[in-house]
């Protein structure tokens, strides 16, 4: 038996990869065997991103051998390459096995076959990904939203209204005409409105509530603030559901994206109003929003504790 579990990120020239990777280097169970690239296949890790100084990992063009691998490719190509892999685990960071056929179909624009596989929000219970083959890593914007209504599953139904404010680092390494800096800083703009692909999949887990979300851009490079108004309910309903969750903190004030950043941990801020309670929650789109959450996946398959490799403290400003 080996000692620790062999891993590959696939996709690591990309932002969700090479976080994927540099959380993966602190992590005390995996070795990390290989990691792959597209167009920038053949580089060092460390030529592409330097923050890697020191590692002497070569970006590859094929995926090589491993017991797990994390897919962090666009839309569509991970679904292509996922029946070529062999591994144990695969946890899939894009959109394509999140979805039932024809809700897949209707939210991404192409068909995917098969059964989508397991969607691995942790929240919805580790025992539910213990041994699993293959995860589904919930979308960044979903992360948010879910982590926020997950408490009330069950106990409110109809449509709430959520707004949601993303950094540039959530759409991805290519830049493009929505994306480059001129119309993104100093900018704040809404886009996909009541459209945006991720509300399905928070539809699906939290059950009977239906969501109008207004999503926007915002001129930052990482994070994501979510916010909703409620009908009252009191905040210890947050407290108890996540009261032994080490990577959501629940508080009685706003939260702010400066305290998540470069950390797993979502913050929620519950205030009680007399009339509504206001909900938001803090995520880095990057790490609870993708890698992190990926890696409380793959620790929660292994049956390992949620937090393992993840237990470091974010950055500071
Ligand atoms: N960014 C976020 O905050 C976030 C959060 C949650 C989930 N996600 C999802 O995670 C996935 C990756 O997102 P990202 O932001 O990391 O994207 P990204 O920065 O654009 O990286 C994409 C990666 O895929 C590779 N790639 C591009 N085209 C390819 C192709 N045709 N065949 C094989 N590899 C290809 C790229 O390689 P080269 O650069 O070498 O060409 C790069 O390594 C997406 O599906 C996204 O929706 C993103």
Not at 105 to 114: I, K, L, P, S
Not at 125 to 135: D, F, P, S
Not at 261 to 270: E, K, Q
Request: charged content about 20%; glycine content about 10%; aromatic content about 6%.
């Amino acid at each position: 038996m080996r000692d620790k579990l062999r891993v590959a990120v696939i996709g690591a020239s990309g932002y969700t990869g090479a976080e994927t990777l540099r959380w993966l280097y602190g992590h005390p169970a995996v070795e990390i065997v290989g990691a792959t690239a597209h167009k920038h296949a053949g580089k060092p890790l460390a030529a592409l991103w330097p923050q890697f100084y020191g590692q002497a990992l070569v970006l590859q063009n094929e995926p090589p051998p491993a017991d797990a691998y994390f897919l962090c490719l666009p839309h569509g190509e991970a679904a292509k390459l996922a029946p070529t892999l062999t591994g144990e685990l695969i946890i899939d960071l894009s959109g394509d096995h999140r979805l039932p056929q024809a809700q897949h179909q209707a939210n991404y624009g192409f068909a995917r076959e098969g059964e989508p596989w397991l969607y691995g929000l942790p929240e919805l219970g580790g025992e539910r990904l213990l041994g699993a083959a293959r995860i589904a890593n919930p979308g960044c914007f979903a992360t948010a939203l879910a982590l926020a209504l997950l408490p009330l599953s069950g106990k409110i139904s109809g449509r709430v209204a959520a707004v949601g404010i993303t950094g540039s680092t959530g759409s991805g390494a290519t830049p493009s005409e929505t994306t480059h800096h001129p119309v993104r800083a100093e900018n704040l703009r809404a886009y996909k409105v009541l459209g945006h692909q991720h509300v399905p999949e928070v539809e699906n887990a939290v059950g009977d509530i239906k969501l109008d979300f207004v999503p926007m851009s915002g001129p930052f490079r990482r994070g994501i603030l979510v916010t909703m108004t409620l009908p009252a309910v009191p905040r210890r309903l947050w407290e108890s559901y996540y009261q032994h969750n080490p990577l959501v903190r629940v508080i009685d004030r706003p939260p702010e994206l400066l305290h998540v950043l470069g950390s797993p941990r979502a913050d929620i801020g519950v205030i009680e109003g007399e009339a509504v309670t206001v909900v938001q929650c803090a995520i880095d789109n990057l790490c609870r929003g993708a890698a992190t959450q990926a890696i409380a996946n793959l620790n929660l398959r292994m049956g390992w504790r949620m937090d393992l490799g993840l237990d470091r403290i974010g950055a500071v400003p």
